[in-house]
């Protein structure tokens, strides 16, 4: 049951802290350079999550697509 808690729930935990670190590069370009700096720190911020948290991602889409032929399947 937990398992199943937790593996319904890892899409959603992934996409917040997607948010959160995209958060903490703009706060942290801020504090750093001002209004360039956040940019900066956002677009560096968002090529580190694309490289990171892309690979999570990749694993959930994989998962939902074997749910779905499994779905397929047994119909």
Do not use: H, N, P, Q
Request: no cysteine; aromatic share 14%.
């Amino acid at each position: 049951m937990l398992s199943k808690m937790i593996v319904s729930s890892y899409e959603m935990l992934i996409e917040i802290s997607l948010w959160l670190f995209l958060l903490i590069a703009l706060i942290g370009g801020w504090i750093a350079k001002g209004f360039i700096g956040a940019v900066i720190g956002s677009l560096l911020g968002f090529v580190f999550a694309v490289m990171f948290f892309g690979a999570f991602l990749v694993l959930s889409d994989i998962r939902k697509s074997v749910r779905a032929i499994e779905e397929r399947r047994t119909t």
